[in-house]
């Protein structure tokens, strides 16, 4: 209820503030400008795919649906940095709650942004899947050098990865 989420939603063009700025990369987001999008990846909620499709051709329609099928090999890079690439042919109904969550992640990896926003990455993952995905957050920001931007109510969670927070209370203002 602080505006954790809508704050994202905002950035990723969902939905338009009623008042303020966005910015991005020091340039300010107009409404209806989406060039920026390209450069950053998201997982909002929950990641939804085809349950009896494979990771890897849930991947294959995402990348025709991006005009990525010219990065050779990029669907296998993203399902390795993920460590679901032994499980690609398994269809994603078999797949626990922390492996679709990482198959989303590797959805947002799949046009190699330089921003990657997570909407409550751990949310519903039992303490092998939280220390998981503060590994894979970790790798991401540090090996990938990819900026993370987190949203996230367990400031015990954000506190083991982040190196910098913000705190939302009511909404920006």
């Known amino acids: 209820g602080a505006g954790k989420s809508t704050t994202l939603r905002m950035i990723l063009g969902l939905i338009y503030p009623s008042s303020g700025e966005i910015f991005f990369k020091g340039e300010k987001v107009e409404k209806y400008d989406r060039s920026y999008l390209s450069q950053i990846g ?58 679709k969550q990482r198959l989303g992640i590797a959805q947002a990896l799949l046009h190699e942004p330089e921003l990657i926003m997570l909407d409550e990455p751990s949310n519903g993952l039992d303490p092998k899947g939280q220390a998981d995905m503060r590994d894979l957050i970790h790798h991401i920001s540090s090996e990938l050098n990819i900026t993370v931007l987190i949203s996230s109510h367990i400031l015990a969670e954000i506190e083991l990865i982040a190196n910098r927070m913000i705190i939302i209370n009511n909404g920006l203002r």
């Open 42 to 99: 998201a997982l909002i909620e929950r990641p939804d795919f085809y349950e009896n499709l494979s990771a890897y051709n849930n991947l294959k329609i995402f990348e025709r649906l991006a005009n990525l099928e010219n990065k050779k090999n990029r669907i296998e890079t993203v399902l390795k940095e993920v460590k679901l690439w032994e499980r690609r042919a398994s269809r994603v109904k078999t797949y626990s709650q922390g492996m």
